[in-house]
């Protein structure tokens, strides 16, 4: 959603995944509307975080924008709930935001000044934010974690770079598919508006961050989610 975002609006954009072809067939797809190329790394460990730094170092001389939006979750009862199922998803959720963003430094930095900053958005959850019904404990537990390294990086990385982070509720991705084929109607109820989240609210909210707009705002945590943790 974002990554479309990004290419209707011009942008040049390099996009990442683990899963080489899945990547490339979307970097295809964008490519009809706009310049998307793809990137495959595993962002899950320092290695493939440096190597996809490196790859994006040899294209372009800056970076204006990084988007860290890979994430993965799990969910078990608790006593089901054993290391695997927290350093899949905190290696990939907060270590992997974190190693990007460092090896990184460098291009957003002279994309960046104290008037037009360049910008890191990272993708955070409104399950950070509140309790969710389902037994996902390292996910939440990684998205609260996101949203405290977002402000903890905005202090650091200021004033070249800003860092805030988008917490999403309820979207079409396909993270959340089998949840909403379950219960989508029952979220979307349960929402102040009453929907659950497009494509262009997320791409909208992406690109305000990245736009004039949002060059004074870092550290923040925008909830994107009809109202959600608002009742929850």
């Not at 959603?1 to 011009?10: H, P, Q, S, T």
């Not at 399950?127 to 404990?137: A, C």
Request: aromatic content about 6%.
């Amino acid at each position: 959603m974002i990554a479309e975002g990004f290419v209707d609006a011009g942008a040049t954009v390099y996009i990442s995944a683990r899963k080489a072809d899945a990547c490339r067939q979307t970097a295809e797809e964008l490519s009809k509307r706009g310049s998307c190329t793809a990137l495959p790394a595993d962002l899950s460990t320092e290695a493939g975080c440096r190597g996809l730094a490196d790859e994006v170092a040899e294209r372009e001389p800056q970076l204006d924008v990084l988007v860290n939006n890979a994430g993965a979750t799990w969910g078990a009862p608790l006593e089901q709930f054993d290391d695997a199922a927290w350093d899949r998803v905190l290696d990939l959720n907060v270590k992997g935001v974190f190693h990007l963003t460092k090896f990184l430094k460098q291009l957003l930095h002279k994309a960046g000044t104290d008037e037009d900053p360049s910008r890191v958005i990272n993708i955070g959850s409104i399950d950070g934010i509140q309790v969710p019904l389902l037994e996902t404990y390292s996910y939440s537990a990684s998205k609260a974690a996101v949203h405290q390294l977002t402000r903890h990086l905005a202090r650091h990385l200021a004033p070249r770079t800003t860092v805030n982070a988008i917490a999403p509720g309820p979207f079409e991705s396909k993270m959340m598919a089998a949840t909403l084929d379950a219960f989508g109607d029952h979220i979307a109820a349960s929402a102040p508006l009453k929907r659950i989240g497009r494509p262009d609210d997320m791409a909208g909210t992406a690109i305000f961050l990245a736009s004039r707009a949002g060059a004074y705002l870092t550290g923040a945590i925008v909830p994107v989610d009809g109202g959600i943790a608002t009742v929850g």
